[in-house]
């Protein structure tokens, strides 16, 4: 089962606004990372950060991490329509041993109207 | 640089065909991931080469299957197709490891009817 769960699924915010998206996940985690998709094409990876970081930045993006409660966040700051598509948070889990796994969340999707 | 180069884009398949699908890696980079994506089930993760072997795997039957090269091109194969596996199918290039940073292709929508 997906490990990753964003919320909400679906997002429609004014350009300007600033968009939050959230991901819980259940288990520890090496890191977490945030991908964007524009509409049916391939992702583009946006930022990750390590379970032992707390908040990262990226231009108009923010990234926060609690792992205490299992969940990190992703504000657009002064959103733009270019940002609309869809968000995906991917989580590095260890398994058996020393090997490692990406689980991916269903996504978020953000549309942002002018 | 160029990027993750998929082909072809498009497909179109009928039940109980089997298919092939490509996936060059950008230059340098030795780890190639595929993932199956559909509106209902999200991101699911196939399979991962690194260095021409397998070295992950999802929870997929093994009518999918796939391989690595030693130019580290990829290529993802699925026998006696079902409807169901109609989906955008995503491959990944990393350096290393998908688990740090991934560069995904445009994909492969495969429609089987």
């Known amino acids: 089962s997906q490990q990753g769960e964003e919320d909400p699924q679906a997002l429609s915010i004014q350009e300007g606004e600033n968009a939050t998206m959230n991901c819980s996940y259940k288990t520890s985690i090496n890191n977490l990372q945030w991908y964007r998709q524009n509409s049916g094409r391939g992702l583009v990876h946006l930022i990750l950060?390590?379970?032992n970081e707390r908040e990262k930045h990226s231009g108009r993006l923010r990234v926060t991490l609690d792992t205490s409660k299992k969940s990190s966040s992703l504000l657009i700051t002064a959103s733009r329509a270019a940002d609309t598509a869809s968000y995906f948070c991917?989580?590095?889990?260890?398994?058996?041993?020393?090997?490692?796994?990406?689980?991916w969340g269903l996504g978020t999707s953000l549309a942002v109207n002018p | 640089k160029a990027g993750v180069t998929q082909t072809p884009r498009y497909l179109i398949k009928t039940r109980g065909q089997q298919v092939t699908l490509s996936c060059s890696p950008i230059s340098g980079h030795r780890s190639v991931s595929w993932y199956q994506q559909t509106p209902g089930q999200g991101l699911q993760f196939l399979f991962e080469y690194f260095s021409e072997t397998q070295r992950n795997k999802g929870n997929f039957p093994g009518r999918f299957s796939g391989r690595q090269f030693s130019n580290s091109r990829s290529e993802m194969n699925v026998s006696t197709l079902e409807l169901g596996d109609s989906a955008l199918y995503l491959c990944?290039?990393?350096?290393?490891?998908?688990?740090?940073?991934?560069?995904f292709g445009q994909g492969t929508r495969l429609t089987v009817v």
């Open positions: 991917a989580t590095d889990v260890p398994y058996a041993g020393n090997n490692r796994k990406l689980i």
């Open positions: 990944a290039s990393s350096l290393v490891t998908p688990n740090t940073e991934a560069f």
């Open positions: 950060i390590r379970s």
